[in-house]
């Protein structure tokens, strides 16, 4: 079993999301794991210590100030004694606490003191998942290394209520917590990868930019399937409309030199897979305000300036990766420019494909690539892009050794 002799901790916060909890546990036991559970004072409003203890078999944890459980400073000793935190549900304020470091009750003070990777299960009110603060606090929290498993979509607890916001269901938090503790089993545990996806977006002013079609679907795919393999994955994405893959770090950027600095600031690293379509582009001096159109007059030339290649940046790189893959989105002479963009970017693989508008690719859900490398050509037949994933993270596994 993936999760056998796995200790877990499970922190339970409040919200009517916490009944899913209690199956969570059921199936985290099923698995082989030990689940240690603490609960916050809110989560007791909507389940029962007793419950909890019934079907974990341990000592639920509550308090902070608590004589027994504090006596050998217990809430380092939770911190640290496990392989995987789960908040599940992880509530708006409960993620607050985490991204300002704030440590005022059992919950808090584990996840702060933690050296364990930790995983949460957002749940909460559309409203107040799609609020400001929440998403400022969702994205910090992926900066600094947080694992995310949803929120969901679908209905609420509240009557006529419908979005994004639902808890994860138990067996999906089972699946990310097993892609977190895969171990030694998974070919690539213990390599580290960098996967960029998505288009960039070059402001002309601050409503109009330059991009491109790309909607990150194949980077986000690699990314994950990377991760299942065990790789400690970070996603540097452009803007996109979809959602981040469990189990990965994600970076989120808006323009070519801000993709460039956060790929560079992972290196060094064992993999790097450049699948995000960046400008070649920008405005060598973008506007203020809005570009006003003057009735009667020519509209103001725009004066580009070359975007830095990131590709070729990593392939020359002082802390190269071990294996370098970039991809080429081409619409004529598919095999000419990717053997071409092999030799100049300093990549060991280019991944090319056929973008022309009638391929359905770029936005679309399948893809059809063509594995250059110096030694050969390998045409893989048309797939949905998980599984083009899937078989190219198997590929990386098997060059890695």
């Known amino acids: 079993m993936e999760l056998s002799g796995k200790r877990i901790l499970l922190v339970i916060s409040g919200g009517i999301a916490a009944y899913k909890s209690l199956d969570l546990i059921r199936r985290l036991r099923e698995r082989g794991a030990s689940v240690r559970p603490v609960m916050t004072r809110a989560a007791q409003e909507f389940i029962t210590p007793l419950a909890v203890g019934a079907l974990s078999a341990s000592h639920v944890y509550l308090d902070l100030f608590s004589r027994e459980d504090e006596q050998d400073v217990g809430h380092i000793r939770l911190a640290r004694d496990t392989d995987l935190i789960v908040v599940a549900p992880a509530s708006a304020d409960l993620m607050a606490k985490m991204a300002h470091g704030l440590a005022d009750d059992l919950a808090s003070a584990v996840l702060l003191a933690t050296d364990k990777p930790v995983l949460i299960a957002p749940a909460m009110n559309p409203k107040m998942w799609a609020a400001a603060p929440t998403q400022r606090n969702a994205k910090t929290l992926k900066a600094d290394g947080i694992h995310f498993i949803g929120p969901m979509a679908g209905e609420m607890a509240e009557s006529k209520e419908a979005g994004i916001g639902r808890m994860a269901e138990p067996l999906e938090i089972v699946a990310a917590a097993e892609k977190l503790l895969g171990g030694d089993n998974r070919p690539l545990a213990g390599r580290t990868a960098i996967v960029t996806s998505g288009p960039t977006h070059e402001p ?198």
């Open 204 to 401: 002309i002013d601050p409503v109009r930019y330059i991009a491109n079609r790309s909607s990150g679907k194949q980077g986000h795919a690699i990314a994950a399937a990377l991760a299942k393999l065990g790789a400690d994955v970070t996603l540097v994405s452009g803007p996109v409309t979809i959602p981040d893959p469990a189990g990965v770090k994600v970076m989120h950027v808006e323009r070519a030199d801000e993709m460039l600095e956060a790929v560079t600031s992972r290196l060094p690293a064992d993999i790097a897979v450049m699948v995000a379509a960046v400008a070649d582009w920008r405005v060598a001096a973008s506007a203020d305000q809005k570009i006003k159109k003057q009735p009667g007059e020519a509209p103001a030339p725009l004066v580009l300036a070359e975007n830095p290649d990131i590709l070729k940046t990593v392939g020359h790189h002082a802390d190269r990766p071990k294996l370098v893959i970039g991809f080429a989105a081409e619409t004529q002479d598919v095999e000419k420019n990717g053997r071409a963009k092999l030799e100049r970017k300093g990549a060991d693989l280019i991944v090319a494909n056929d973008v022309s508008p009638e391929t359905g690719i770029m936005g679309g859900d399948r893809n059809s690539v063509k594995i250059i490398a110096p030694d050969g050509i390998e045409t893989w037949p048309d797939l949905g892009k998980d599984e083009v994933a899937q078989r190219l993270a198997a590929l990386i596994a098997a060059k890695l050794g």
